[in-house]
């Protein structure tokens, strides 16, 4: 059907901004789900973002039918979703927050430059640390709060399921856990909502022949917190995980699943945090975010979570 507008939402069309090793990851990724039928690609390097293109375009015949080109801003007023991954890389012995400075300093060029356009789609902010950057976001665009989250802890949470489906021997996608809080150091695995199909984390540890469980929770959690450490130490970026990751959540919009992912979005309250985005399970659908969802979580779980939220809240002030 011909839209009737120029401004009106093809939710076929996805913009990445940003061709570093996680925005080409995520594309080559967006190509292979078949999701879209067009994406444009924006980089301050207009060269690299042409070779990406080009590259990522030579496999659509293995794949479905799409229009993948280098653009620039004019190309997103009728986009339904522009993800951002522009930033700079998180080096070796770099903590997330250490990327503070140089990425809002990135974001306010960008932000601006979408804000100048009619787009009335769904930002999802990649680049870290997420959850600061989801939250200047927000107050650089002014849009709604459903149309604006971060990648959050999705990826976190797919790394702890995984090393629970590795630790039990059973598939991780029967193992339902949450990373939850900031997407980076002060992260927290909360063991109190963990089951494994209904049945719960310790009842099914034991089952499989484990009992020392705060010993177990202790390593796998570290695990999970340390693991982009360990993969950037050993080949200098991460960028597969998290291109699955914003693929999933594409998927979830686009097809309008209201899944709940552990997103970045505004917090107004809960567990006494407000005023910050801090990842958090979500409905998430063609709106962006829906509602948050309540997890049950326990005194220490709820004290760390504040904790985490207090350490952005600080370095955003700062």
């Known amino acids: 059907m ?97 990327l503070v400075k140089k990425n809002i300093s990135i ?6 430059e979408i804000t100048k356009r009619d787009f009335k789609g769904i930002l999802l902010v990649v680049a870290n640390p997420v959850d600061i950057l989801t939250t200047v976001t927000l107050k650089l665009s002014g849009y709604p709060e459903n149309r604006v989250l971060g990648s959050g802890t999705v990826l976190d949470t797919a790394r702890l399921k995984y090393e629970l489906g590795k630790h039990l021997d059973v598939d991780s996608r029967s193992v339902h856990a949450f990373i939850i809080g900031e997407h980076g150091d002060s992260e927290i695995a909360a063991w109190s909502c963990a089951n494994v199909s209904g049945i719960k984390l310790d009842d099914f540890c034991e089952m499989r022949g484990h009992y020392n469980h ?8 570290d695990d999970v917190k340390n693991s982009a450490y360990e993969i950037i130490e050993r080949k200098k970026a991460t960028y597969y ?10 998927e979830a919009i686009i097809r309008d699943e209201k899944s709940i992912l552990p997103v ?9 945090i407000d005023g910050i985005c801090l990842s958090m399970p979500a409905i998430v659908g063609k709106n962006g975010v829906e509602t948050h969802v309540p997890l049950q979580l326990n005194d220490e779980e709820i004290k760390k979570l504040q904790i985490s939220a207090q350490t952005l809240q600080k370095i955003l002030k700062e």
């Open 214 to 221: 705060e010993e177990a929770m202790c390593k796998i959690s």
């Open 2 to 98: 011909e839209r009737d507008c120029k401004h009106c939402l093809n939710y076929r069309k996805v913009v990445m901004i940003g061709c570093g090793f996680v925005g080409s990851a995520s594309a080559f990724s967006l190509m292979q789900s078949g999701l879209f039928s067009e994406m444009v690609l924006i980089d301050s390097d207009k060269m690299k973002a042409e070779g990406e293109a080009l590259d990522i375009s030579h496999g659509v015949p293995f794949a479905k039918p799409m229009k993948i080109y280098a653009g620039d801003y004019d190309d997103i007023e009728d986009a339904s979703l522009i993800i951002i991954s522009a930033g700079a890389n998180q080096k070796q012995g770099e903590t997330r927050l250490d």
């Open 264 to 272: 970045s979005s505004m917090m107004h309250g809960q567990y006494g």
């Open 107 to 112: 974001f306010q060029s960008i932000i601006p």
């Open 241 to 250: 995980g998290i291109a699955m990751s914003v693929k999933r959540i594409c």
